[in-house]
Protein backbone atom coordinates (compact mmCIF):
# COMPACT_ATOMS: atom_id res chain seq x y z
CA UNK A 1 0.00 0.00 0.00
CA UNK A 2 1.40 3.95 -1.13
CA UNK A 3 1.18 6.29 1.57
CA UNK A 4 3.17 9.73 2.34
CA UNK A 5 3.16 11.33 5.32
CA UNK A 6 4.45 14.73 5.52
CA UNK A 7 5.11 16.36 8.61
CA UNK A 8 7.75 20.03 9.89
CA UNK A 9 4.84 22.08 9.22
CA UNK A 10 3.73 25.10 11.48
CA UNK A 11 3.88 28.71 12.21
CA UNK A 12 7.08 30.63 11.73
CA UNK A 13 7.89 34.68 11.81
CA UNK A 14 8.98 35.96 8.05
CA UNK A 15 12.55 35.66 7.38
CA UNK A 16 12.57 32.48 9.55
CA UNK A 17 12.74 28.50 8.24
CA UNK A 18 11.15 25.02 8.18
CA UNK A 19 11.97 21.80 6.97
CA UNK A 20 9.33 20.05 5.20
CA UNK A 21 9.64 16.39 5.29
CA UNK A 22 7.39 13.55 3.56
CA UNK A 23 7.99 9.66 4.21
CA UNK A 24 6.85 7.16 2.03
CA UNK A 25 6.02 3.58 1.56
CA UNK A 26 4.86 1.10 -0.38
CA UNK A 27 7.43 2.29 -3.45
CA UNK A 28 11.35 3.59 -3.53
CA UNK A 29 12.59 7.05 -4.72
CA UNK A 30 14.47 5.09 -7.54
CA UNK A 31 10.79 4.60 -8.66
CA UNK A 32 8.68 7.18 -8.90
CA UNK A 33 9.19 11.25 -9.16
CA UNK A 34 8.11 13.13 -6.88
CA UNK A 35 7.50 16.63 -5.52
CA UNK A 36 6.11 19.08 -3.14
CA UNK A 37 2.89 20.87 -4.10
CA UNK A 38 0.84 23.52 -1.93
CA UNK A 39 -3.04 25.47 -1.84
CA UNK A 40 -4.49 27.98 -0.51
CA UNK A 41 -7.76 28.23 -0.23
CA UNK A 42 -9.72 29.35 -3.02
CA UNK A 43 -6.68 28.59 -5.39
CA UNK A 44 -5.79 25.60 -7.47
CA UNK A 45 -2.91 23.36 -6.08
CA UNK A 46 0.73 25.01 -7.38
CA UNK A 47 3.83 22.94 -7.93
CA UNK A 48 6.44 24.09 -5.64
CA UNK A 49 9.62 21.78 -6.17
CA UNK A 50 10.07 18.54 -7.74
CA UNK A 51 12.39 15.63 -7.79
CA UNK A 52 13.29 13.11 -10.56
CA UNK A 53 13.17 9.21 -9.47
CA UNK A 54 16.03 8.50 -12.07
CA UNK A 55 18.76 11.49 -12.21
CA UNK A 56 18.14 13.62 -9.47
CA UNK A 57 17.32 16.46 -11.52
CA UNK A 58 14.96 19.23 -9.75
CA UNK A 59 12.74 21.84 -10.53
CA UNK A 60 11.63 24.93 -8.81
CA UNK A 61 8.53 27.19 -9.20
CA UNK A 62 9.78 30.63 -9.55
CA UNK A 63 8.72 32.24 -6.67
CA UNK A 64 11.14 29.79 -4.64
CA UNK A 65 13.77 29.87 -6.14
CA UNK A 66 16.81 30.36 -4.33
CA UNK A 67 14.94 30.20 -1.17
CA UNK A 68 13.53 26.80 -0.91
CA UNK A 69 15.75 23.43 -1.93
CA UNK A 70 14.33 19.83 -1.90
CA UNK A 71 16.55 16.35 -1.40
CA UNK A 72 15.97 12.74 -0.58
CA UNK A 73 17.47 10.74 1.43
CA UNK A 74 16.80 7.37 -0.52
CA UNK A 75 17.72 4.83 3.14
CA UNK A 76 15.52 6.74 4.74
CA UNK A 77 12.73 6.78 2.03
CA UNK A 78 12.23 10.41 2.94
CA UNK A 79 12.10 13.65 0.77
CA UNK A 80 12.43 16.55 1.93
CA UNK A 81 11.77 20.46 1.76
CA UNK A 82 14.36 23.02 2.73
CA UNK A 83 12.57 26.58 3.05
CA UNK A 84 14.34 29.64 3.84
CA UNK A 85 13.38 33.05 4.03
CA UNK A 86 9.99 32.55 4.49
CA UNK A 87 7.01 35.28 3.22
CA UNK A 88 2.96 35.28 4.72
CA UNK A 89 2.68 34.60 0.72
CA UNK A 90 3.94 31.12 1.44
CA UNK A 91 1.36 30.22 3.77
CA UNK A 92 -0.09 27.11 2.13
CA UNK A 93 -1.24 23.48 2.87
CA UNK A 94 2.29 21.41 1.74
CA UNK A 95 1.62 18.36 0.12
CA UNK A 96 3.82 15.43 -0.91
CA UNK A 97 3.05 13.61 -4.47
CA UNK A 98 4.27 10.95 -6.45
CA UNK A 99 3.82 10.17 -10.24
CA UNK A 100 3.98 6.35 -10.94
CA UNK A 101 3.19 6.65 -14.33
CA UNK A 102 6.90 7.46 -15.57
CA UNK A 103 5.80 9.43 -18.74
CA UNK A 104 6.56 13.13 -17.79
CA UNK A 105 9.65 14.94 -17.04
CA UNK A 106 10.35 16.36 -13.65
CA UNK A 107 8.99 19.98 -14.77
CA UNK A 108 5.67 18.32 -16.29
CA UNK A 109 4.82 16.23 -13.14
CA UNK A 110 5.45 19.45 -10.87
CA UNK A 111 3.27 21.89 -13.36
CA UNK A 112 0.77 19.12 -14.37
CA UNK A 113 -0.52 18.57 -10.68
CA UNK A 114 -3.20 16.32 -12.07
CA UNK A 115 -0.45 13.64 -13.14
CA UNK A 116 0.41 13.06 -9.65
CA UNK A 117 -1.78 9.36 -8.47
CA UNK A 118 -0.16 9.45 -5.22
CA UNK A 119 -0.76 12.05 -2.48
CA UNK A 120 0.25 12.69 1.28
CA UNK A 121 -2.57 14.62 3.66
CA UNK A 122 -0.68 17.42 3.76
CA UNK A 123 1.05 19.97 5.99
CA UNK A 124 -0.19 23.54 7.08
CA UNK A 125 2.48 26.19 7.10
CA UNK A 126 1.91 29.67 8.21
CA UNK A 127 3.74 32.49 8.19
CA UNK A 128 3.11 35.13 10.06
CA UNK A 129 4.68 37.60 12.55
Known amino acids: QVQLVESGGGLVQPGGSLKLSCAVS????????IGWFRQVPGKEREGVSC????????YYEDSVKGRFAISRDNTKNTVYLQMNNLKPEDTAVYYC??????????????????????WGQGTQVTVSS
Open 51 to 58: ISSSDGST
Open 97 to 118: AADSSGAYTVQSMCIMTFVNDY
Open 26 to 33: GFTLDDYT
